[in-house]
């Protein structure tokens, strides 16, 4: 991230991976992916309060998807990314309404 936070371009492009992960995760047959992706672009989809987004939850997003991919872990059926992706959804829910 640079100086000018979500704010800016870093965010514009945090924002557009993100819509794209929420559309490819499926067809890389990872659906987990989608569904955090999908998480991460309710947070980021309003540019105007990307900057009061809370960066530890778009970091706990990010990270999330390394390691479902990292791991293996494909679906929330998954004890770990099942309850990984629920933590992170109600937590983004509770932050954008």
Excluded: W
């Amino acid at each position: 991230m640079t100086d000018e936070g979500l704010g800016g371009e870093a965010g514009e492009a945090l924002y557009i991976t993100a819509h794209d992960l929420k559309g490819l995760g499926g067809t890389y047959e990872f659906p987990i992916v989608s569904r955090i992706a999908a998480s991460l672009c309710e947070l980021l989809e309003d540019a105007d309060q990307r900057p009061a987004r809370p960066l530890d939850l778009i970091d706990a997003h990010i990270e999330a998807i390394k390691a479902m991919v990292r791991d293996d872990i494909r679906e929330d059926l998954h004890p770990l990314g099942g309850a990984t992706v629920v933590a992170l959804e109600n937590r983004a829910r509770a932050i954008v309404g």
